[in-house]
Nanobody, 119 residues
């Protein structure tokens, strides 16, 4: 299983970005998919997670109401729509996949995509 994250960039505060994570391999719908982020000098933190069916989602309190995770199992892709971005959202964003994952226990990780929010 390989994950390829894309969609990062530079945006002004209050703006929006949509990240994508294309996942190769079979049985995509059997994987829980998550987004994490790591800001300079900080530990990697959980952002959002979505179940294999796409029915169940959870978010970090810091992004709740602003970010939306979704997936298209016909395209083996998971998305993270980020609205009302703040400078503190600046980080490298990683997607991850796992069969028995939720807030942790991910088996596969993408390479990361940089998101920079200017004030």
């Amino acid at each position: 299983v390989q994950l390829q994250a894309s969609g990062g960039g530079l945006v002004q505060a209050g703006g929006s970005l949509r990240l994508s994570c294309a996942t190769s391999g079979r049985s995509f719908s059997s994987y829980t998919e998550g987004w994490f982020r790591q800001a300079p000098g900080k530990e990697c933190e959980f952002v959002a997670v979505i179940s294999g069916s796409g029915v169940v989602t959870r978010y970090a309190d810091s992004v709740k109401g602003r970010f939306t995770i979704s997936r298209d199992n016909t395209k083996n892709t998971v998305y993270l729509q980020m609205n009302s971005l703040k400078p503190e959202d600046t980080a490298v964003y990683y997607c991850a996949a796992g069969v028995r994952a939720w807030y942790e226990n991910y088996d596969y990780w993408g390479q990361g995509t940089q998101v920079t929010v200017s004030s």
